[in-house]
């Protein structure tokens, strides 16, 4: 028992159970006059058979209890309640972490899990409160670890993720709109950074970034000079498609034909099934000069030719040759810390799409064929990329892409590629995501319509998400020493560049430039 007061603090309560049925899995504990409990606090008991060893549990509920008496409620009618709170019963409600066998080996518990108590309480056993430097050990990873931010109630306890574990699962990031989804990738990206740096190696990170916030000083500073690649997704080049069939249905969208029925749109049909160049660009410039020329019915040229100005027209930026292809931006990514896709400029999502799904289709390639490649690939507003059916409509260029994201997911991490991602609308996204990446899921406050679906991956614990305010989440990770979901306050290492200017700004802005030229 001497050994047992090396390992609490004070007394909290007593398990009592109104039933009459004491479970292991769950307690409920009667709270001492003058003692606090909170949701998340971590308590323990001492194990029934093995004296000295406490077993764990974490407060998922603190309702009060108070008798009902049938004049009560008469008198909170007629305006004098009876306030007398002597007979209020706090309670708390915890379920089991586990214990571990011996407490020298709880010291150093490493990859160990925990036991699980199985036998039944003995009823008004003494709830506790562990001492703090007990829990940093019982929260402390064993692997190379990044820390995500302070564990609620105490804030004294920090949440910390193992490297390992998490590459091996990936990570989904979810939260409604504003909530601090892009400061937590964010800040965790500056982590693992800095820390494997730290450790002699090198990481190796896409970002796939819509709104092109993720180019801030502290992830630049965290990579080093020249190791950070930044590239507008409409600067990537269009690679080559060597399917006839699938580069016609492309050429002929894009030049608006959206069946073969009309003489023009057949006879350029015809002549790409007659090419015997391998690789066929899907650009204007190579059906101006390589296809247009070939078609033998005339009179269909001159309509096919504007058709492929017009579309001309339309693309932006500087001309194929000089962008950046596909197979650069793979050796880029190999040779440098991060390479960053910005789409916020980006004119023509379609494209951006086929760009995507090719460059992940590439990477996934080049992992398998080397053994020494790996990287992490993040994508934030994951739901525009990898749509559950029958939410957001799916284009051709986007089912590919989420074949590949899926692809990715399912069998990238033990390959050597990992997912990061975040969504505001996780019931939006492919359920293979979420399924794979829920092993890890940090989950910030979603909207209604999404609960459901985070219930479905984090049980009905995820209830409380609901209240969390900005920045601070639920955390149920594979990656923690403790797997029981943690409310965590993240810690904003770094936060997103702000993009643009609102209306608002603007008007703002226009009047002091004004004034300006006035003076
Ligand atoms: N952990 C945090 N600590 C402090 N401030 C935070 C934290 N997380 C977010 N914020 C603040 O909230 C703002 C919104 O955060 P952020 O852009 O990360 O949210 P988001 O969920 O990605 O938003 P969106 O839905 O627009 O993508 C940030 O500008 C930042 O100032
Ligand atoms: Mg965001």
Request: charged share 30%.
């Amino acid at each position: 028992m001497a050994e047992f007061n090396l390992v609490v603090e004070e007394v909290l309560g007593y398990v009592f159970s109104e039933d009459g049925v004491y479970e292991p899995h769950e307690i409920t504990f009667t709270v001492e006059e003058g003692r606090r409990v909170e949701i998340g606090d971590i308590v323990c008991i001492e194990h029934p058979s093995k004296p000295g060893t406490p077993v764990f549990y974490q407060v998922t509920e603190v309702p009060l209890r108070r008798k009902a008496r049938d004049y009560e409620e008469d008198l909170a009618r007629l305006g004098r309640p009876i306030i007398d709170s002597s007979r209020n019963y706090p309670r708390a409600r915890a379920r089991q972490i586990g214990y571990y066998e011996e407490i020298m080996e709880f010291s150093e518990i490493g990859e160990k899990e925990p036991l699980m108590l199985i036998e039944h309480i003995i009823p008004l056993t003494p709830v506790y409160r562990p001492k703090s430097t007990i829990l940093e050990t019982l929260l402390h990873p064993s692997a190379p670890s990044i820390e995500l931010g302070e564990i609620y109630p105490s804030w004294k306890l920090t949440l910390k993720l193992e490297l390992p574990k998490l590459l091996r699962q990936g990570l989904l990031v979810v939260g409604g709109v504003g909530t601090g989804k892009t400061t937590t990738m964010l800040s965790i990206l500056v982590s693992l950074v800095r820390e494997v740096l730290s450790r002699g190696g090198k990481p190796h990170i896409l970002i796939v970034d819509k709104d092109g916030e993720y180019g801030v000083k502290e992830l630049l500073d965290a990579v080093g000079f020249g190791e950070y690649y930044h590239v507008d997704v409409d600067e990537v080049r269009v690679e080559s498609i060597r399917d006839k069939e699938r580069y016609a249905r492309e050429v002929l969208r894009r030049l608006g034909y959206y069946d073969r029925r009309s003489k023009a749109a057949k006879a350029l049909y015809n002549t790409i099934m007659e090419l015997e160049e391998e690789d066929l660009f899907p650009t204007p410039d190579f059906i101006a000069s390589k296809i247009i020329p070939r078609i033998r019915e005339h009179d269909v040229r001159g309509e096919l030719l504007a058709r492929a100005s017009k579309w001309k027209a339309m693309e932006w930026g500087r001309v194929e040759e000089e962008k950046v292809s596909i197979g650069e931006l793979v050796e880029k990514l190999k040779s440098k810390t991060i390479v960053h896709v910005d789409l916020s400029k980006c004119r023509n999502i379609d494209r951006a799409f086929r760009t995507l799904r090719e460059l992940l289709a590439r990477i996934y390639g080049e992992v398998l064929r080397d053994e020494c490649f790996g990287c992490i690939i993040v994508v934030d507003e994951a739901h525009l990329y990898c749509p559950e059916r029958g939410g957001i409509e799916i284009s051709e260029g986007v089912r590919e892409l989420k074949k590949t994201i899926e692809l990715i997911a399912t069998t990238g991490p033990r390959n050597g590629v990992t997912l990061f991602m975040a969504t505001q609308r996780p019931s939006l996204i492919s359920k293979t995501i979420t399924t794979q990446l829920g092993q890890n899921i940090i989950a910030h406050k979603v909207e209604d319509v999404d609960l459901d679906r985070i219930r479905e991956i984090m049980g009905p614990v995820a209830t409380k998400i609901a209240v969390l305010p900005r920045g601070w989440a639920l955390v149920k990770s594979l990656a923690t020493k403790i797997r029981q979901p943690l409310i965590v306050r993240v810690r904003a290492v770094a936060k997103p560049a702000s993009t643009g200017k609102t209306a608002y700004e603007r008007f703002h802005s226009n009047i002091k430039s004004e004034n300006t030229n006035i003076t």
